[in-house]
Structure formats: C-alpha cells, structure tokens
C-alpha cells in the first residue's frame, strides 16, 4: 500500500524533474522545483506618466539549463492584467501584439528590451514611481515559476496601443 501511493507520487512528479535537474540527478523532486537555473538580470519597469495606467518591464532572462525553458505567462501584485508582448513592423509602423511563448534556449539568453520582446502590465492598481520597486512572477510550460524584483526606473515611452 505504502509502495503503490509512493510509486504513484513519483510518477506524478517526474515531468519536473526532468524538466529542471540537468546535472543533479539525486536532486529531489521538491528541490528541483525551486533549484531551476532561470536568472532575471537587469531587470526595470518604466515609471507611469500621469495618468497612465500602462507599462512594460524589461529584463534579460538567462537560462542556465541544458534544455530550453519558454516563458508562457507573467503576473505581478501591481497589475491587473500582465501580458507577454513584441514589437512587429507593419510597414513604417511599429506595432505591440501580443505573443503566446517566449523561448529562452537551453544555456541561452533572451533580451526583453524596448521595441522588442517585453512583458506588458495592464490596468496598473498605482502609478509606477521611480525608485520603488514591483514584485513579478514568471511561469513556464514546463510548471516552473521564477519570481523577481524589478526596481522603477524613467526611461523614454515606448510604443503606445491603439
Ligand atoms: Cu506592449
């Protein structure tokens, strides 16, 4: 009895820990959960004008796996509504849209940076003031999440939504 329900647990946990131990074999399934080797570097929000209710984060985002990780979805406490978003040119304009999946490739790195790939809040619950900080949480399709903090920093507006 004991076996089965243990048998049965590992089974139900096996797709993340070959999503996330590479080189660590005896990880546990609870560690290799939390030990993932996804790293935010220089991230920053852009600070709201008045009155604004959007903005966009940027960070880069290194993956220190041996396997690909795609980012499929972002949240944070200070807005509504997060979205992953690029930048396409559609003639000699340059518009947002928003994308599905982000790929950051196996002991890769993925710039999100502004007029490119970014991550989109919505609906903000307060203006975004420079030198504060917001809290924001990654998920990947693997199950992994990966929470960091990006300071509030005033840099030029980006593109604007129609
Ligand atoms: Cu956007």
Do not use: W
């Amino acid at each position: 009895m004991k076996l089965k329900s243990l048998l049965l647990c590992s089974l139900m946990a096996s797709p993340l820990s070959y999503a996330s131990t590479d080189s660590d074999s005896t990880t546990t399934n609870h560690v290799a959960t939390i030990d993932m080797a996804v790293m935010a570097h220089h991230p920053y929000a852009r600070a709201t004008a008045p009155g604004a209710v959007n903005s966009a984060v940027f960070v880069h985002l290194m993956n220190h796996n041996k396997t690909d990780r795609v980012l499929v979805s972002a949240s944070s406490s200070v807005a509504k509504n997060v979205e992953l978003h690029d930048v396409i040119k559609e003639g000699d304009m340059m518009k947002m849209r928003q994308v599905q999946e982000i790929t950051i490739p196996a002991d890769g790195m993925v710039e999100l940076k502004p007029g490119s790939l970014h991550i989109m809040l919505f609906d903000l619950e307060k203006p975004l003031i420079e030198g504060e900080t917001i809290d924001l949480e990654l998920s990947f399709k693997n199950g992994e999440k990966y929470s960091f903090t990006a300071p509030i920093k005033k840099v030029m507006a980006g593109m604007k939504h129609h």
